[in-house]
């Protein structure tokens, strides 16, 4: 019903920025929200931010200030900006849509490394 697509993963050394983007079919307007979340191995996945379809963000307290989210204007593909990396950064990201019926719809993830 929906094809989330991320792109811009890698591997960067600590304090460096890195760009991931995501291309949902259909458009990001259907949705309630969009946004990221991560899972690092042996740990729950959690969210990192979200944009809800009034253009709100929410950023997670533990990157507030370090990430933004952002959608472009053509509403097709969100992105999240990463800076001053961490290591426990490290992570695969997730695209994530919600549905106003609350459906959930997610992306294969992007790897994202932060290491020396």
């Known amino acids: 019903q929906a094809l989330l697509v991320e792109s811009g993963g890698g591997a960067v050394q600590p304090g460096g920025s890195l760009t991931l983007s995501c291309t949902i079919s259909?458009?990001?307007?259907?949705?309630?929200?969009v946004g990221w979340y991560r899972q690092a191995p042996g740990k729950q996945r959690e969210e990192v931010a979200t944009?809800?379809?009034?253009?709100?963000?929410n950023i997670a307290d533990g990157v507030k200030g370090r990430f933004t989210i952002s959608r472009d204007s053509g509403m097709n593909t969100i992105y999240l900006q990463m800076n001053r990396l961490k290591p426990e950064d490290t992570a695969v990201y997730y695209c994530?849509?919600?549905?106003?019926?609350?459906?959930?719809?997610w992306g294969q993830g992007t790897q994202v490394t932060v290491s020396s």
């Open positions: 259909g458009g990001i307007s259907r949705f309630n929200n």
């Open positions: 994530h849509a919600r549905e106003h019926d609350a459906s959930d719809y």
């Open positions: 944009i809800f379809a009034t253009g709100l963000p």
